[in-house]
């Protein structure tokens, strides 16, 4: 799998948008950029995925250059309840079903009140 | 609907012991992993079950760590015997079989994991 990098942390203040960037410039096609979050004390939790289009849910959008090296996360109105290490994945979309994640260090994303 | 849930949350033995941790994927969920963070590293994948069978024991330490899914359903991660270096956190997850409903986008549904100490 790819190897992604990403700032070790970052502060946002409340309210506003965490932009949260992830470097894969070794992405190959097949791979789809994945992002994962892990609160204090608590398992990891999906947050959102995409190929090459950006993308949006409930929870964040995220934005993939056109060149897939690079992509984005967004949270749109940071809550301290977004306190939480951020990371940043990239794997082969071939075998869904075999998510054997490579979890980096992460950003470590402090909301700040 | 219940999500993944792990026994003990956080157990304390002394080296040369044994633990067993559970878990418990979500029903109907073929996929079930277990991962594993010890102190200061990163989250590292030990294995992959599907359905009884492992997929995937490339992450496995060593031969004191024995995993079981007897029946498909729940899991145990056997420590045995324990040493000091397998404190840590053990997360376990699951996912649906691929071509299921909610398989599509590759998400990995954690517990909140069992801390392991080792004196």
């Known amino acids: 799998d790819a190897k992604t990098t990403q700032p070790p942390s970052m502060d946002c203040a409340e309210g506003r948008a965490a932009n949260l960037p992830c470097n894969h410039s070794t992405i190959s096609g097949n791979e789809y950029v994945y992002w994962y979050r892990q609160i204090h004390s608590q398992g990891p939790q999906y947050i959102i995925h995409?190929?090459?289009n950006n993308e949006t849910n409930e929870m964040a959008s995220l934005i993939i250059t056109e060149d897939r090296k690079s992509s984005t996360l967004i949270l749109p109105h940071a809550t301290l309840r977004d306190t939480a290490v951020y990371y940043c994945i990239v794997r082969p979309g071939s075998n869904f079903g075999n998510e054997k994640l490579t979890f980096g260090t992460g950003t470590r994303l402090t909301i700040i009140p | 609907e219940a999500g993944v849930t792990q026994f003990p949350s956080h157990s304390v033995i002394e080296k040369g012991q044994t633990v067993t941790l559970r878990c418990d994927p979500i029903s109907g969920h073929d996929n079930l992993y277990w991962y594993r963070r010890v102190m200061g590293k990163e989250i590292k994948f030990l294995l992959h079950?599907?359905?009884?069978?492992?997929?995937?024991e490339s992450g496995m330490p060593n031969n004191r760590f024995l995993a079981e899914r007897t029946g498909g359903t729940y899991s145990t991660l056997k420590v045995q015997p324990a040493e000091l270096e397998d404190s840590g956190v053990y997360f376990c997850?699951?996912?649906?079989?691929?071509?299921?409903?909610?398989?599509?986008?590759?998400?990995?549904?954690f517990g909140e994991g069992s801390r392991l100490t080792v004196l």
């Open positions: 079950f599907v359905k009884e069978s492992k997929q995937d």
């Open positions: 997850a699951s996912s649906p079989a691929t071509g299921r409903r909610g398989s599509a986008t590759g998400e990995l549904f």
């Open positions: 995409g190929l090459k």
